[in-house]
């Protein structure tokens, strides 16, 4: 079992940044294939990034590559997502996800995640 919990988003405007942060707690987090998802207003849920166990995969979605970067801290029992040139498409509620083992799939299924946390909210406006 592991908890995860996101925090870091709030309201911004567009070209700003972010930091969001996703703690984990209860299990080794090393052991954890781990994604950020985002779910705008009225669509459903996709995934943004993702980064295996040790952090020397990474995969980004085509709408956020060059501007989003995901890393983790296993020390910290810590998962990043550094958001750069945000834009207002980029509004949603962000979800951080985790998984015991690896995966490889692109882009990453709800179903694989048997971890999630509550959610935080980034809003980009003009």
């Known amino acids: 079992q592991v908890q995860v919990q996101e925090s870091g988003g709030e309201l911004v405007q567009v070209g700003g940044s972010l930091r969001l942060s996703c703690t984990a707690s209860?299990?080794?987090?090393?052991?954890?294939?781990m994604s950020w998802f985002r779910e705008p207003p009225g669509k459903e849920r996709e995934g943004v990034s993702c980064?295996?166990?040790?952090?020397?995969?990474?995969r980004y979605a085509d709408s956020v590559q060059g501007r989003f970067t995901i890393s983790r801290d296993n020390a910290k029992n810590t998962l990043y997502l550094q958001m750069n040139s945000l834009k207002p498409e980029d509004t949603a509620m962000y979800y951080c996800?985790?998984?015991?083992?690896?995966?490889?799939?692109?882009?990453?299924?709800?179903?694989?995640?048997?971890?999630w946390g509550q959610g935080t909210q980034v809003t980009v406006s003009s």
């Open positions: 980064i295996d166990r040790r952090g020397s995969s990474t």
């Open positions: 996800a985790a998984v015991e083992g690896m995966l490889g799939t692109w882009p990453p299924r709800l179903s694989d995640y048997n971890y």
């Open positions: 209860g299990s080794n987090f090393e052991d954890y294939h």
